[in-house]
Nanobody
C-alpha cells in the first residue's frame, strides 16, 4: 500500500512564497515519476510540475520561472518551491506518484494567495 502525505500549504500574500512537501511510503519502485497537480474551485485538475527519478522536470507554462520541483530519491520525497505567488495560483495542490505498480494521489493541501 502506497501512501502520500503532503504538507506546507497555507495562506500567503501575492508575491509571497510557499514550499510544499510530499513524502511517499510503501511499495515504491526505484524508477518513478513524482508530480504536483492543482485544482481550483469549479475547474479541472491540472498538472503543475513533474520530476522523474533521474531529475528530468516539466512545468506548466503558467508556473515556469516561478515554481521549482525537486526530489529526494533516498527519502521518496518531492518538493514544490513556489515563488512570486499570484491569486490565480489559489487551489488545492495534490501530490502524484506513478510507479510500475500503479498511480497514486495524496489527499491535497490548500494554497490560498490573497491580500
Amino acid at each position: 500500500q502506497v501512501q502520500l502525505v503532503e504538507s506546507g500549504g497555507g495562506l500567503v500574500q501575492p508575491g509571497g512564497s510557499l514550499r510544499l512537501s510530499c513524502a511517499a511510503s510503501g511499495s515504491i519502485s526505484s524508477l518513478n515519476t513524482m508530480a504536483w497537480y492543482r485544482q481550483a474551485p469549479g475547474k479541472q485538475r491540472d498538472m503543475v510540475a513533474t520530476i522523474r527519478t533521474g531529475g528530468t522536470t516539466n512545468y506548466a507554462d503558467s508556473v515556469k520561472g516561478r515554481f521549482t520541483i525537486s526530489r529526494s530519491n533516498a527519502e521518496n520525497t518531492v518538493y514544490l518551491q513556489m515563488n512570486s505567488l499570484k491569486p490565480e495560483d489559489t487551489a488545492v495542490y495534490y501530490c502524484f506518484l506513478r510507479t510500475a505498480f500503479g498511480l497514486y494521489w495524496g489527499q491535497g493541501t490548500q494554497v490560498t494567495v490573497s491580500s
